[in-house]
């Protein structure tokens, strides 16, 4: 009966044993496959953001790409549109629609300043960038501008017209408009013309040539069309 007894206690332990080993062997394997699965979604997920980071950058590079490219192509088309004319193909007449402008670039426009001989006193030149660019603000022919002014003030600038910045006669109660700066009276003439005088509905407006101008700005003269207009054949003679 002992002998009984212990072979059937050695069986249980064997058994026991067995039991313990195989659970162990099932843990171990089953630690093995999660650990896997675990580097396999790892590996999953780092794939997918780098794939994600490629595409965001290709995207962003073919954006900035195209932009680039979009720009380069608007400032080409735009220099083409601004086709200027050379300063001996300058065309003025008595007629002339006074809000055409010369159709010359500002470096071509100060370079007729600079060689304008009868600009005696440089005041054409010095100013001539201001000129240039409230004849573009203001839609006035750059030479017509130039020829008012040497009509009014003369091509030295008379003294009284110096002092009080005032170079196409603008006047308020029979004297001289006084203006703070060379370029605040150019500015308020090239204004008073483009508003009062050249604008349809204007005050002053009577039609775009030198003769309808002149009804309203110097009514009692008879010369003053041919005035300027001979100052204006100076400046581009």
């Known amino acids: 009966m002992e002998n009984n007894s212990k072979s059937g206690l050695k069986i249980n332990h064997i058994i026991s044993v067995v039991l313990v080993l195989i659970i162990l062997s099932s843990n171990i394997q089953l630690f093995g496959l999660t650990k ?24 962003t590079t073919n954006v900035t790409s195209r932009s680039s490219v979009d720009r380069t192509k608007k400032e080409e088309k735009q220099k083409e549109e601004t086709k200027y004319i050379k300063v001996d193909e300058i065309t003025i007449s008595k007629s002339m629609d006074l809000t ?3 159709g010359v670039s500002k ?9 304008l001989k009868v600009d005696t006193s ?34 030295n600038i008379q003294s009284n017209h110096r002092r009080a910045h005032n170079y196409i006669s603008m ?10 700066s060379e370029e605040a009276g150019l500015e308020a003439a090239a204004k008073l013309l483009h508003t009062k005088y050249l604008t349809p509905g204007g005050a002053y407006y009577r039609g775009k040539t030198l003769a309808s101008v002149q009804k309203i700005f110097c009514p009692n003269s ?3 069309v041919g005035l300027v207009y001979g100052c204006m054949k100076q400046v581009v003679k």
């Open 122 to 155: 440089g005041f054409f030149y010095e100013n001539s960038d201001t000129i240039y660019d409230l004849c573009e603000k203001y839609e006035l022919n750059e030479v017509f501008f130039c020829g008012l002014i040497a009509a009014e003030s003369g091509w």
């Open 100 to 102: 055409k402008r010369t």
């Open 36 to 59: 896997q699965e675990i580097n396999e979604e790892n590996n999953e997920n780092s794939i997918k953001e780098e794939t994600q980071v490629a595409d965001t950058y290709n995207r």
């Open 171 to 180: 006047m308020s109660k029979g004297k001289l408009i006084k203006y703070a």
């Open 107 to 115: 470096e071509d426009f100060k370079e007729l300043m600079k060689n």
């Open 222 to 224: 008879s010369t003053w």
